[in-house]
């Protein structure tokens, strides 16, 4: 099982955060903290909550930096926009995990949606969310969204060909993360989806778990007849990435080709700083160290 420190006693003594786990051991970032907002332990993991010096708010579980306020779009935007854009037409979306409601805010915004439906297992990051993280938690006021509290993994076992798209908006493979990173997890998002539909899971970055990468690919692989690995550039992430791993239904469908794609001004109108046409087609092209180990 792995273990990630919570240096909450360093942030109090010297204004610092430090995160620390052994899921990326010898190497470490750190942020100042200019006011600690919130700090409980929820029935799953520990919850703080912070105002830093550089990066406005930020959100940590476990020890483990979920977002902040300088660079979330960049994350939720992309694990957003990447499975809808490649979809024909993505109009009933599932969002497993994101109580910090920013997967939601993007899901919304995309035309074709006409329905969301999330699980995310802790309501007290929900709660803490809509507290402290309003630019983020916004999503949670959404008309298409139905909200429920419960595992993902559990959630998944109880619907059969029901979504477009499935989004897994997870914290990194810890606590009651765990069980979204297996193989059987695939298997029933597999059968969650209708026709043609597409998942898309947070899948670590290749700099600092090159396994993990790798092995969540293959899971999605052995299930779907079409997968892909994809980046995006996240500061406050380990080695400032984060990776997503893509799976289809589809066995033609070509991820690094979007379905849809947005004029300049409906970008604009949809307040899309990170994600576009042209960026799409990139997150999907790899640096050949890591082409060739996922070939
Ligand atoms: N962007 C973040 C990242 O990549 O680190 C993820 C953010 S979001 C806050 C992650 C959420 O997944 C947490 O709120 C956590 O409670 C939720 N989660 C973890 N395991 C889950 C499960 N089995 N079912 C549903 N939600 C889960």
Redesign the pocket.
């Given at each position: 099982m792995v273990s990630c420190a919570v240096f909450i006693m360093d942030v109090l003594r010297k204004g610092w955060f430090t995160e620390s786990c052994e899921m990326w051991p010898g190497g470490t970032f750190s942020f100042e903290v200019k006011e600690v907002l919130y700090k409980e332990k929820s029935q799953?993991?520990d919850i703080f909550v912070c105002d830093t010096k550089n990066f406005g708010r930020a959100?940590v579980?476990d020890g483990?930096?979920?977002?902040t306020e300088k660079d979330?779009f960049s994350?939720?935007e992309m694990?957003s926009f990447l499975p809808l854009c490649c979809h024909k037409n993505p109009e009933k979306v599932l969002i497993?995990?994101?109580?910090?409601g920013?997967?939601a805010r993007e899901v919304a915004k995309h035309p074709k949606v006409k329905e969301i439906v999330q699980?995310?297992?802790?309501a007290k990051?929900?709660e803490v969310?809509k507290k402290y993280l309003p630019f983020m938690a916004v999503g949670f006021d959404s008309k298409k969204l139905t909200l429920h509290v419960?595992?993902?993994?559990?959630?998944m076992k109880n619907h059969s060909r029901e979504f477009d798209v499935i989004i897994t908006?997870?914290?990194?493979p810890v606590?009651?993360?765990?069980?979204?990173f297996q193989e059987n997890y695939f298997a029933l998002m597999k059968s969650a989806l209708k026709p043609n539909g597409i998942v898309c899971s947070?899948a670590g970055t290749f700099w600092n778990d090159l396994e993990l990468v790798t092995n969540t690919l293959q899971f999605c692989r052995n299930q779907f007849p079409a997968a892909a690995y994809a980046y995006a550039s996240v500061p406050t992430?380990p080695s400032g990435l984060?990776g997503f791993v893509i799976g289809s239904l589809d066995p033609n469908v070509k991820f690094d080709s979007p379905q849809i794609t947005f004029t300049k001004e409906e970008e604009r109108q949809m307040n899309l700083r990170y994600y576009n046409s042209d960026i799409h087609k990139a997150a999907f092209t790899l640096p050949s160290f890591i082409r060739n180990q996922l070939a």
């Amino acid at each position: 099982m792995v273990s990630c420190a919570v240096f909450i006693m360093d942030v109090l003594r010297k204004g610092w955060f430090t995160e620390s786990c052994e899921m990326w051991p010898g190497g470490t970032f750190s942020f100042e903290v200019k006011e600690v907002l919130y700090k409980e332990k929820s029935q799953y993991q520990d919850i703080f909550v912070c105002d830093t010096k550089n990066f406005g708010r930020a959100l940590v579980l476990d020890g483990i930096i979920q977002c902040t306020e300088k660079d979330e779009f960049s994350y939720q935007e992309m694990i957003s926009f990447l499975p809808l854009c490649c979809h024909k037409n993505p109009e009933k979306v599932l969002i497993v995990g994101g109580g910090d409601g920013g997967v939601a805010r993007e899901v919304a915004k995309h035309p074709k949606v006409k329905e969301i439906v999330q699980v995310e297992i802790d309501a007290k990051v929900i709660e803490v969310s809509k507290k402290y993280l309003p630019f983020m938690a916004v999503g949670f006021d959404s008309k298409k969204l139905t909200l429920h509290v419960g595992d993902g993994f559990e959630f998944m076992k109880n619907h059969s060909r029901e979504f477009d798209v499935i989004i897994t908006d997870s914290s990194d493979p810890v606590g009651p993360a765990v069980n979204l990173f297996q193989e059987n997890y695939f298997a029933l998002m597999k059968s969650a989806l209708k026709p043609n539909g597409i998942v898309c899971s947070q899948a670590g970055t290749f700099w600092n778990d090159l396994e993990l990468v790798t092995n969540t690919l293959q899971f999605c692989r052995n299930q779907f007849p079409a997968a892909a690995y994809a980046y995006a550039s996240v500061p406050t992430y380990p080695s400032g990435l984060i990776g997503f791993v893509i799976g289809s239904l589809d066995p033609n469908v070509k991820f690094d080709s979007p379905q849809i794609t947005f004029t300049k001004e409906e970008e604009r109108q949809m307040n899309l700083r990170y994600y576009n046409s042209d960026i799409h087609k990139a997150a999907f092209t790899l640096p050949s160290f890591i082409r060739n180990q996922l070939a």
